[in-house]
């Protein structure tokens, strides 16, 4: 589990490549290294990935077929850099929201406003994942916690404002348009909306079943 406030961002150092398969090296540096052991669970731009190998700062972290799918991880080259996050401890503050590094979808970068001070991207998203985005609604993008400022339903998108601390410690403020972005929306919205929809549609189910038995 993570919280979505992202330590900071970290190089690709080494790529491996093979059919439904990557193996990368992120340079994490020693004090990011620290406590961290085989197995354990890291945040790489949003996706929840586990540490197969530590060595002198250098993590690398094993990506299969379904997550290469699923995720912008497959587009990665040496050199480029992600968002990292450790896992969350029993005990730490909670900064952002609940973010459990599954990927819900990749989303695409459309727009980029730059006021004083400030950064607003409009992102576009599957229409499947747009019943669980909500003005002032929280959302994971490369994983970092943030607040939907603003939604367009019928185009798909919505927008996000972020500070001068959030563009220093993430890859956003290297973003261009068409940029794609890991999406994973909050759990919690999603199981209201889901639930919510499942109780209106068997209500909807006992009422038509009422009038049947009527005629």
């Known amino acids: 589990m993570f919280t979505g406030i992202v330590h900071n961002h970290h190089p690709i150092c080494a790529l491996e490549r093979k059919e ?31 540490a197969v190998d530590i060595e002198d700062g250098r ?3 094993d990506v299969i077929g379904e997550t290469l799918n699923r995720t912008t991880l497959g587009a990665l080259n040496i050199g480029d850099r992600v ?30 406003e730059r006021p004083a ?6 992102f576009e998203v599957d229409a499947e994942l747009m019943p ?9 993008l490369d994983g970092a916690s943030l607040t939907i400022a603003s939604v367009e339903r019928a185009a798909r998108r919505f927008t ?27 759990p919690r919205t999603v199981a209201v909306v889901d639930t919510v929809e499942a109780v209106i549609e068997d209500r909807l189910q006992a009422l038509l079943q009422a009038h049947l038995d009527k005629a």
């Open 117 to 122: 001070n400030n950064w607003v991207g409009t």
């Open 59 to 61: 993590v690398r972290f």
């Open 160 to 186: 996000v404002h972020l500070i001068p601390e959030t563009l220093t410690r993430t890859t956003f403020g290297t973003r261009a348009v068409g940029d794609g972005i890991n999406v994973e929306v909050d």
């Open 132 to 140: 669980y985005i909500f003005h002032k609604g929280f959302i994971a």
């Open 83 to 112: 968002n990292i996050e450790r896992a969350a401890r029993f005990g730490d503050e909670i900064g952002g929201h609940d973010v459990s590094g599954h990927v819900t979808g990749v989303g695409r970068l459309v727009q980029i």
């Open 20 to 50: 439904g398969f990557l193996s990368l090296e992120i340079e994490l540096g020693k004090d990011m290294t620290v406590g961290l052991e085989r197995g354990a669970s890291v945040s790489v731009s949003g996706v929840c990935l586990t």
